[in-house]
């Protein structure tokens, strides 16, 4: 079999890809190593910006979206027992949208199937070969038969724990980490949200966060350690702890009922460097990962797979290299400034083991400077939208 680019993974980005390139003509296969309904039960990311949602329209992708997605013009940061709202459309002009990941993927998931493209799903040991040559392939077994796909490009879109990154060499890939002392466990229940727009507290017992999938279904993230397991989390311990650090209206505001979702998710930043290899490229969590407190995770892979689809109809349409050749550079470009967000966003509204009480003061002044400056509003704004690109 062979094929213009062999895609791995079908997550957003992945899907998003062979949606794009589609739209250009260029022929894709996607192999992705989990069954859909498996990719489909993965809870994770809630907040969409403006450029992603354009992504999706341009993938075909975006209709459902647009009718069912929330627009919020602003959020709200929490300190020492107040709210106070940033309002992202003064600010900048633009809009986020709460449209749950798993949405955004069945959708994708839809628009490849009506599109006639091919996807397989439970493909075992999919391995890149030969991509720092001409001639690239990518073998797998299905069923446990043997398969080898040749291909043009390969694009590794496996995520943090894939196979394309883990294929490169050592001495040509550089990797830069951060990992955090705690993680948020996060629950999802039939409940109304305590408000319409999002919550990020900053709390002496460690973080809050309350977000929504829509105006029936919660979604609520509090800063736990480490060590934690979700078995040590029953609901009421849950909602207990979560009341505790909310501000005293939206303590007395919240709905609480059965979780129908709870997990543990650890905080880590990471890059890799490049982010092409010869004839392989990385994009999404397969060549970074951001915390969560930013919200850039799936709007990172949104960015670099916008950028990989347009150095891809160059290279066949105008064929030329330069978009190629300037993917790695410009995509890092933008995943940097959003390490760098996402870091400094986690920094400010986290309890930290050593921070005592200087590190807790300087958050609270960084976050009444942050509320109280338009230039630092601003700024903030800027960066939560989304960075042109
Ligand atoms: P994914 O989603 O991990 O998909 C990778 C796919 O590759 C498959 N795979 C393989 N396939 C074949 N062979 C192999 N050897 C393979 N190894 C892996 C996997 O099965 C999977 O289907 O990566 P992708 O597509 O790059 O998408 C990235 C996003 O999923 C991620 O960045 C976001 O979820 C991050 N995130 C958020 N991002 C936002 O932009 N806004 C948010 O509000 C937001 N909230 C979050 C988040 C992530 C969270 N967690 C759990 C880490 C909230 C949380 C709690
Ligand atoms: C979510 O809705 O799950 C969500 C929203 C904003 C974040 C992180 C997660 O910063």
């Known amino acids: 079999m062979r094929t213009k680019v062999v895609i791995i993974g079908a997550g957003p980005a992945g899907?998003?890809?062979?949606?794009?390139?589609?739209?250009?003509?260029?022929?894709?296969?996607?192999?992705?190593?989990?069954?859909p309904d498996y990719v489909l039960g993965r809870i994770r990311a809630g907040l969409l910006e403006e450029g992603t949602v354009v992504l999706l329209d341009e993938a075909s992708a975006g209709?459902?979206?647009?009718?069912?997605?929330?627009?919020?013009?602003?959020?709200?940061?929490?300190?020492?027992?107040?709210?106070?709202r940033i309002d992202l459309k003064a600010a900048t002009g633009k809009t986020m949208m709460i449209y749950g990941q798993t949405e955004v993927t069945l959708d994708l998931m839809d628009a490849r199937k009506a599109a006639g493209l091919t996807t397989v799903y439970e493909a075992a040991d999919v391995t890149p070969h030969d991509f720092d040559t001409d001639h690239p392939r990518v073998s797998y077994l299905k069923d446990g038969i043997a398969h080898e796909i040749a291909c043009d490009f390969?694009?590794?879109?496996?995520?943090?724990?894939?196979?394309?990154?883990?294929?490169?060499?050592?001495?040509a890939i550089q990797t830069f980490e951060r990992v955090y002392p705690f993680g948020w466990l996060g629950i999802l229940s039939d409940t109304p949200p305590?408000?319409?727009?999002?919550?990020?507290?900053?709390?002496?017992?460690?973080?809050?966060?309350?977000?929504?999938?829509?105006?029936?279904?919660?979604?609520?993230?509090?800063q736990c350690s480490l060590d934690d397991h979700v078995d040590q989390w029953p609901d009421e311990r849950f909602w207990d702890e979560?009341?505790?650090?909310?501000?005293?209206?939206?303590?007395?505001?919240?709905?609480?009922?059965?979780?129908?979702?709870?997990?543990?998710?650890?905080?880590?930043?990471?890059?890799?460097?490049?982010?092409?290899?010869?004839?392989m490229f990385l994009a999404g969590d397969a060549a970074h990962i951001v915390p969560p407190t930013g919200a850039k995770g799936l709007n990172l892979?949104?960015?670099?797979?916008?950028?990989?689809?347009?150095?891809?109809?160059?290279?066949?349409?105008?064929?030329?290299s330069a978009g190629i050749d300037a993917y790695s550079a410009k995509a890092l470009s933008r995943v940097w400034k959003a390490v760098r967000f996402s870091w400094w966003m986690t920094a400010m509204m986290h309890k930290f083991p050593d921070q005592g009480e200087f590190g807790a003061r300087i958050q609270v002044a960084e976050l009444d400077y942050l509320v109280g400056s338009q230039a630092a509003t601003a700024s903030l704004a800027e960066n939560y939208v989304g960075l042109p690109y």
């Open 194 to 222: 305590v408000s319409h727009e999002l919550i990020y507290t900053n709390h002496a017992r460690g973080f809050s966060l309350c977000t929504m999938r829509s105006m029936r279904r919660s979604r609520y993230y509090v």
């Open 242 to 279: 979560l009341k505790q650090r909310l501000d005293p209206e939206a303590a007395d505001k919240l709905i609480t009922g059965p979780s129908i979702e709870k997990s543990i998710a650890p905080l880590r930043s990471f890059v890799a460097e490049p982010m092409r290899f010869g004839r």
């Open 301 to 320: 892979a949104g960015s670099d797979v916008r950028f990989l689809s347009q150095a891809l109809r160059e290279y066949y349409d105008e064929k030329s």
């Open 15 to 35: 899907l998003l890809l062979g949606q794009l390139l589609h739209a250009y003509g260029i022929d894709n296969v996607i192999l992705e190593r989990q069954s």
């Open 63 to 84: 209709a459902r979206a647009h009718r069912e997605g929330l627009v919020h013009d602003g959020f709200e940061l929490a300190f020492g027992g107040k709210r106070h």
């Open 154 to 171: 390969i694009a590794g879109c496996d995520g943090f724990h894939g196979v394309s990154r883990a294929s490169i060499k050592p001495s």
